[in-house]
Structure formats: structure tokens, C-alpha cells
Antibody, heavy 121, light 107 residues
């Protein structure tokens, strides 16, 4: 069974930093693209960042570019998101997710339940 | 980066009605489009992949079509369990991009 379990969320002041993590079981982060997606309370899904299986290709959404850093630890099968210079608008549930394309239009995806990050003074 | 624009942002329809949601990409993405369904308090559920392929276990009243920049999701006969927010997502090699969502309610 595949499980993605996020942790590390909490309350932080504007301008502060926080690191959230996603422990993965049932699949290997060394063979899958891993993504972070966030969702502010009552709002829509926003893609945040992704990291390739080999860790060499990393991309960020415009809203977090230059402030957030995605990384992974293959030995621990964990993905991290380091968040700096946090803003009130970064508040939301941060989900770790991955999707596997089997070809011919078939895919399967996995989502963690998320960790809540609240940026407030 | 690609931007995805959905319409309408919300709709209310009766049980048994045909419902259509549209999604437009800011640039051509071929058939690289996914439709998600999200119910309150739940993570998104993958309904449609590669623009038109219904995923395993998804009721056949759901269908989708489109390519390039214009896509549609159709529910042929709306059921009470279809109350949810629906998101399109483009993924043409570039970073993922979600539409803003369409909230579907029962009238």
C-alpha cells in the first residue's frame, strides 16, 4: 500500500521559515516525480514545486520561486519543502503527491492528507 | 508557465441534468490534461487523464474531450454524489497548472 505522510506544519510569523516533510512508503522517491501542491482554506489547488526521480530537475511555481526549496532524501524515502520569507498568502494545507503514467491514458496518483501551514502575526 | 481557466466557477443543476465544465489553456498543451474531483475534506480524485481517458472505477456518466487549448468535462446525468469541486490540470512537460475550480451543486 502506498502512503504519503506529511509533517512539519504549524504557525509561523510573516517573514519566517518552516520545513515540511513527506515520508513515502510503498514506492520509491528515486523512481517517481514528486510534487507539492497547496490549498488555502476554501480555495483551489495550487501547484508549488516538483523534483525529478534523479533529483537533478527541479521546478517551482511562480508564487514561491526564490523562496521555497524542494529536496529529497532517497535513503529515507522522504521529500522536503523548505519555505523561507513566508507570506500570509502562503497559508494553506501542503500536500505531497505523485502520479504514475502507465501509458494509453491510464494513470494512478497518490496524495498525502497534507500538513497545515499558517502564516500569521 | 501555462495558465488554466475554467468556467463556470460554480453551477447549480438538478439531479439528472447534463452538466458541462470547460477549461482553456493559455497555450497549446496537446492532450496533456487531467480532470480531478474534490469533495470537502478529501484529497483530489483523478477522474480523467490524457484529456479523455476515464480512469478505473469512475462512473461512465463522466466523459471529457478536447485538445490543444480547449477542453470539456461532461456529466451526462448529475447525481447527488457528484456534488464536489472539479479542477482541470495541464501538465505538458512544464510545471503542473490547475484551473481555479468549478463548484457543482444540486438545485
Amino acid at each position: 500500500e502506498v502512503q504519503l505522510v506529511e509533517s512539519g506544519g504549524g504557525l509561523v510569523q510573516p517573514g519566517g521559515s518552516l520545513r515540511v516533510s513527506c515520508v513515502v512508503s510503498g514506492l520509491s522517491v528515486s523512481t517517481e516525480w514528486m510534487h507539492w501542491v497547496r490549498q488555502a482554506p476554501g480555495e483551489g489547488l495550487v501547484w508549488v514545486a516538483r523534483i525529478s526521480p534523479d533529483g537533478k530537475r527541479i521546478t517551482y511555481g511562480e508564487v514561491v520561486k526564490g523562496r521555497f526549496t524542494i529536496s529529497k532524501d532517497d535513503a529515507d524515502n522522504t521529500v522536503h519543502l523548505e519555505m523561507n520569507s513566508l507570506r500570509v498568502e502562503d497559508t494553506g494545507v501542503y500536500h505531497c503527491t505523485t502520479r504514475r503514467d502507465y501509458g494509453s491514458g491510464k494513470a494512478v496518483d497518490f496524495w498525502g492528507q497534507g500538513t497545515m501551514v499558517t502564516v500569521s502575526s | 508557465d501555462i495558465q488554466m481557466t475554467q468556467s463556470p466557477s460554480s453551477l447549480s443543476a438538478s439531479v439528472g441534468d447534463r452538466v458541462t465544465i470547460t477549461c482553456r489553456a493559455s497555450q497549446a498543451i496537446g492532450g496533456y490534461l487531467t480532470w480531478y474531483q474534490q469533495k470537502p475534506g478529501k484529497t483530489p480524485k483523478l477522474l480523467i487523464y490524457a484529456a479523455s481517458t476515464l480512469q478505473s472505477g469512475v462512473p461512465s456518466r463522466f466523459s471529457a474531450s478536447g485538445s490543444g487549448t480547449d477542453f470539456t468535462l461532461t456529466i451526462s446525468s448529475l447525481q447527488p454524489e457528484d456534488v464536489a469541486t472539479y479542477y482541470c490540470q495541464g501538465y505538458n512537460g512544464a510545471p503542473w497548472a490547475f484551473g481555479q475550480g468549478t463548484r457543482v451543486e444540486i438545485k
